[in-house]
Structure formats: structure tokens, C-alpha cells
């Protein structure tokens, strides 16, 4: 319908958007400010604890900074209620006090066919639940109390009965006044192609209503009653209300339980989805009767960022998950995944409630599997990898397979997951001492550089400090030592400071330099900088004038400070390489991981010594030694993880 100029800007002006919000929002108090319209929520599309939806509710806008929902009253509406353009218009409208202007008759048709066709679902849903509580449905309910279902739940569920007869549903609606093609259309019945009387759907089932998230009957789907029935379980047909690739059974409720806190399920059918709300887990959905789709996938993520796909404990459920890892692939984004909880051998939810109550899910669900291990699962599962060909072919399919995730940060994250899989297949076995090194430190790459750059910068600001004392306690090497100083990063103030008065004096009588540096910087800097500790000590600063020993210290620190930089950029390399693609790396992984090991070797052999000399002739003591082989052992033999909050 083509709506009068100005009647949405009108619209968007009389709503208040954070009232339209605030409905289905708590406000977080503290971080709103109800005086300038700046408010701010747990979105309500995203699961969050923290509050980064927020709205302006000046501009009319609003923005989710988790999952980059975005939009105006209208489309929230839309999102939230689940419905169209025009109809979200029409509940804001009537809200607003606004008449709607006249419908163009073919929208106002089309609106008016969906009305009917829920009014006949409607009409079908109250006769099922009837026909449950009959003689004709003793036996249903007897299975539903078999099942472990109260009548209490069977009446919040909503559940039914379709008796056994060709049209008693089609008999009732017709007495209610509902046109055959409305019954039709709705999927409730079938015109007989033999020119005899219209015929129902359903006959002799168990009914499970299935509704939109508004919590509308659109479609239902029943479980037959006679073991031989050909279909034991069977949905109504697409229809105007009904796209199937579209719907999850038990949306809204579990939309509602997740934001209570509830993990998001996904379960194979209905009976496992009821199985798992009555036993606590009303975060469970499922699709109808069809693999989970494109559609369903971005409807879970609206839902939970991690939502856990629940699966049979056999071979077609792990091809179950295998499609759906295939699914969602291409779709994944930063901050939205999955997990796979396989039920055990031969267990269905249901089962599994039943055997091993609500903790035996719970444990189930705790174990999920990210979806990255299960990809690797299906990659390698069964097979050997005893040549360069099958291993070259398993790297060609992991790269092609990572190749479909089009999130860059995300595909580079997969690419380290699974190299670290691959590692762990293909390393050689441990044996002797080598064995220390086949134990991979938990720290990763990163996050070791990491503390190895804030240590170091600790280490490399005393190291500094130390330089400039050794010039200041024997001016005379000043000249000599003058590019070295230039070089200094020289982060301390102080330091920088000293090192700075001391260039300015390059060309002024050793014996005048002290003096002159006071009169720069004043004394009471110069004396700071000389007390702290940890020159308090150095031996060229306790000796003043030995020059010698100045000059030696000056070079070893500097050797020092080099090393450690080096050290640093090899790591930033490294770590570099790793965010590539290319396995290439690992080639040269191992090659450096036995020299490493070599080196570690050696270096065991020359417990005894203190000091050892540096591949670029400076001393390093042991301890740097060590850390030195560890961070090697790392790069090399190390597992390259991701720091766990990254995973
Ligand atoms: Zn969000």
C-alpha cells in the first residue's frame, strides 16, 4: 500500500522509539540518560549480559553495538513482532493515535487472506485440543502421559488430537462458517481428486501446534497414532503463513528463555524440544521436518551467539552436523558460532532425560564441541595420512574448506585452529629428552610475546638507565658512545631527559660534563635518576671514572638490548606468518624447532656455565638463556594457540 507523503515522518515524530523499546528492554540505569534520550539495554536481539543496545531516542534511531542491529521504531517493530512493513506501520499508527489512510484493495486482500487463514488455524488448534480430552483420544493420551507429560504441560503446550476419520476437522470448520478455500489454503485439508468430499490432513495424531514467534497458530504437525502409519511424523504444507525453511518450532519461547539465560538448543524434532523444555531447558527450538536452513541459521544468531546444535549419537546425526558446519560456513561473522553436543550412542534428548535426567543433558551440553573440532573431525575421521600425497590432499581440503568462511579476522582465527590439529596429527611421537619439548606451553606465541614485550620493556627501560649512568659516572667514553645514546628509545622521562643533556655535551671537557648536566636538568633530577636501585648497584656507577668499565657496560647492554629486539621482531614475524594462510610456515616450524632443540641440548650439557655468549657475541646469562630456548621452543615446538579469549 502506497502510504501519503509525510505520513512517516509524521509517524516517526509522534513515537517515541525508547518507548517502543522499553517494552521489551530492562534500561540499564546507570548507563542511560533518560534527560538527553541516550539510552542503553541488553539487546533484545543478542544475547548479552552487558548493555551495548542503544538508542537515540532524539534521532529515532537505534544500534546494537554486539550484533550491529540497527534500525527505527518501525523495523524494530518488524523484527521484534515478526511482521511485515505495513503492519508494524499500522501497530505504531494505531498507538500514535494515527489513522491509517485508506488500503490499496490488493495489500488490504492479502492481509485480510492471512487474518482469515490464522482465524481457520485458530479454529483447527481449539478442535484438536478438544478432541484430546475425548474417548477418541484416550489412547494419545495415554502415550503423552507415557511420554512423561503432565496434563498440565499437554495443556500448555497446547497440544491436540486429530481423530481417526476422513473429515472431521473439514465438517467442524465448514459448521463454523470457515470458506473451503481458507481451510485449504491453510493446509488443514485436501480437495479429493477422485471428485469425491475434501479430506483432512491430519487423521489419527497426536497434534503439536506450530507457531510464529508472535505465538500465532500457523501450522501444525502431528505424530501418528498407528505404528503403521507411513509418516509417523508429518507438518502441514507450505502455505501463505507457512514457510518452513523460516519457522523453528518453539520460537518464542525460547527466544524469551535465552534472554533469561537459557542456552539455545537446537533439537532434531518437536518431542525432543518439549522433552527438553519440561526438563528445564526451554531454550530449545527445532526445525520442521528439514534441515536447518540459511534462514533458520541467521534466525539462531538473532537468538544466541553460540547457539548448540543438540544431535543423535550416530552416524546421521554427525551428517547432520557435518551439513550444517557446511551451512554455516560462508555465514559465519565475528562473534557468532556454534557447538555440537552429540547425544550418546544411540540417544535422542529424549532418551537421554530420561535415563539420565536433566544433569545428563547438562553434562552433554557442557561438552559441545566447537564447531572448528568437528570440521577437523570430518576432514580426517578414518582416515591415514602415511604419505606426502594424503597429506598434502588433507591440507588442500582444509584450505579450501577454510576458504568459505569470509570473515578475514574469523578465517585467519580457523587457519590457526586447524593448524594447531594439525600439528597435533602429525608431530612425531615423543621419545627421550626431547620429550620436554612435545610438551606444548600453554602460553601461545601471541600471548607469550605479549608478556615478553611487558617484561621487556621493564627490563629494557633499566637497561637504558644503566647506559646513561655508565656516561654519566665516566663522561670521558661519552664521545665514543654518542651514536648508542641517540639510538636509546629511552621511555623513561628521566632517562631521556639525562640522556638528552648528556648529547648537548658532546663536544664539553669530561671533567666540566657533570657540572654543566646539573645545570640543565637541575640536581634534584640527576639524583633521582642516579638513587634508583637498580644503578645504586651497577658497578661502573659505584666506580666512577673507571672508564673501562664504564665502556664494557655500555657495549654488553647494549648487546643486550639489540638481542632483545631481535628476539622480538623474530616473534612478531612469526606471529605474522601464523595469521597466514599458507602451511608453508610449518615446514620451516620444524626445521627451527630442532635447531631449538639443539640449542636447548647444548645448552643443558653447559649447565655449569652462568654466562654464555649470545649469537651476536653478548654475554647472556642463564636465566635469559632459558627464557630465550623457551620462547624458541615456542615458536618451533610450541603449540601456536590463541589466547583462550580469543577462541
Ligand atoms: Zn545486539
Not at 83 to 96: D, S, W
Not at 139 to 167: H, M, N
Not at 386 to 414: C, G, N, V
Not at 564 to 571: K, S, W
Amino acid at each position: 500500500m502506497s502510504l501519503p507523503p509525510g505520513f512517516l515522518d509524521e509517524l516517526r515524530t509522534r513515537t517515541s522509539l525508547s518507548q517502543v523499546v522499553g517494552r521489551k528492554v530492562l534500561w540499564d540505569n546507570r548507563k542511560s540518560n533518560q534527560g538527553k534520550g541516550d539510552m542503553w539495554a541488553p539487546c533484545p536481539f543478542h544475547q548479552e549480559k552487558s548493555a551495548s543496545f542503544h538508542v537515540d531516542d532524539r534521532k529515532g534511531y537505534y544500534y546494537c553495538f554486539g550484533c550491529h542491529a540497527k534500525g527505527d521504531a518501525i523495523s524494530f517493530v518488524q523484527e521484534t513482532e515478526n511482521v511485515t512493513f505495513i503492519e508494524a506501520v499500522e501497530i505504531l499508527a494505531q498507538e500514535a493515535g494515527m489513522p491509517m489512510p485508506q488500503r490499496d484493495p490488493k495489500a488490504a486482500q492479502k492481509a485480510d487472506r492471512r487474518t482469515q487463514l490464522m482465524e481457520a488455524c485458530e479454529a483447527a488448534q481449539k478442535f484438536f485440543v478438544l478432541q484430546l480430552q475425548t474417548g477418541a483420544g484416550a489412547a494419545a493420551r495415554a502415550y503423552l502421559t507415557k511420554r512423561g507429560l503432565s496434563p498440565e504441560a499437554v495443556g500448555r503446550l497446547g497440544l491436540g488430537f486429530a481423530p481417526d476419520g476422513w473429515r472431521a476437522l473439514w465438517e467442524h470448520l465448514q459448521a463454523k462458517g470457515i470458506p473451503a478455500d481458507m481451510i485449504f489454503g491453510a493446509g488443514l485439508a485436501k480437495p479429493s481428486q477422485k471428485g469425491g468430499q475434501p479430506y483432512d490432513v491430519f487423521r489419527n495424531r497426536i497434534m503439536f501446534p506450530i507457531r510464529d514467534p508472535r505465538g500465532r497458530v500457523i501450522a501444525f504437525g502431528g505424530r501418528a497414532m498407528d505404528p503403521a502409519d507411513s509418516a509417523k511424523y508429518l507438518n502441514s504444507p507450505e502455505t501463505d503463513l507457512f514457510d518452513k525453511s523460516r519457522t523453528l518450532y518453539n520460537h518464542g519461547p525460547a527466544r524469551e528463555a535465552v534472554g533469561k539465560g537459557q542456552p539455545l538448543i537446537v533439537a532434531e524434532g518437536y518431542m525432543d524440544v518439549i522433552a527438553l523444555g519440561e526438563a528445564g531447558f526451554g531454550g530449545a527450538v527445532a526445525p520442521l521436518g528439514t534441515a536447518v536452513t540459511e534462514h533458520q541459521m541467521a534466525m539462531l544468531w538473532r537468538i544466541s551467539d553460540e547457539p548448540i546444535i543438540a544431535l543423535d549419537g550416530d552416524t546421521a546425526g554427525l551428517r547432520a552436523a557435518y551439513r550444517v558446519i557446511d551451512l554455516a560456513l560462508p555465514l559465519l561473522e565475528a562473534g557468532k558460532g556454534l557447538r555440537f553436543a552429540l547425544m550418546p550412542e544411540g540417544k535422542d534428548p529424549d532418551d537421554l532425560i530420561r535415563s539420565d535426567g536433566p544433569e545428563g543433558v547438562q553434562k552433554v551440553l557442557e561438552a559441545a564441541l566447537p564447531m572448528v573440532k568437528l570440521l577437523w573431525q570430518r576432514e580426517t575421521e578414518g582416515r591415514v595420512f602415511d604419505s606426502p600425497e594424503r597429506k598434502a590432499a588433507l591440507d588442500k581440503s582444509l584450505r579450501e574448506t577454510i576458504k568459505r568462511i569470509q570473515d578475514p579476522s574469523l578465517r585467519a582465527h580457523y587457519g590457526q585452529e586447524i593448524k594447531d590439529l594439525r600439528w597435533d596429527l602429525f608431530r612425531p611421537a615423543a621419545k627421550g629428552r626431547g620429550q620436554k619439548f612435545q610438551v606444548k606451553p600453554v602460553v601461545s606465541a601471541a600471548r607469550g610475546s605479549l608478556l615478553v614485550a611487558e617484561g621487556d620493556a621493564a627490563l629494557d627501560r633499566v637497561r637504558e638507565a644503566v647506559i646513561v649512568a655508565a656516561v654519566v659516572s665516566s663522561p670521558g667514553i661519552l664521545p665514543d658512545v654518542v651514536e648508542h645514546l641517540h639510538l636509546l628509545a629511552c621511555q623513561d622521562g628521566n632517562t631521556r631527559d639525562v640522556r638528552d643533556a648528556l648529547l648537548s655535551l658532546v663536544d664539553a671537557p669530561a671533567g666540566e660534563v657533570r657540572d654543566r648536566l646539573i645545570e640543565k636538568i637541575g640536581p634534584y633530577t640527576l639524583e633521582t635518576f642516579l638513587s634508583a636501585r637498580h644503578l645504586a648497584v651497577t658497578p661502573c656507577v659505584r666506580n666512577p671514572g673507571d672508564e673501562e668499565l664504564a665502556r664494557l657496560t655500555v657495549a654488553d647492554e647494549i648487546a643486550k638490548l639489540t638481542a632483545q629486539r631481535g628476539l622480538i621482531a623474530e616473534i612478531e614475524e612469526a606471529e605474522a606468518d601464523l595469521q597466514e594462510e599458507a602451511h608453508e610456515s610449518l615446514t620451516w616450524r620444524l626445521g627451527d624447532a630442532a635447531r631449538a632443540r639443539a640449542q636447548a641440548e647444548r645448552s643443558e650439557r653447559e649447565d655449569s656455565r652462568d654466562y654464555e655468549v649470545g649469537p651476536n657475541g653478548a654475554n647472556m646469562d642463564r636465566e635469559e638463556r632459558e627464557a630465550f630456548d623457551a620462547l624458541l621452543s615456542q615458536l618451533g615446538f610450541g603449540k601456536p594457540a590463541l589466547p583462550p579469549g580469543d577462541r
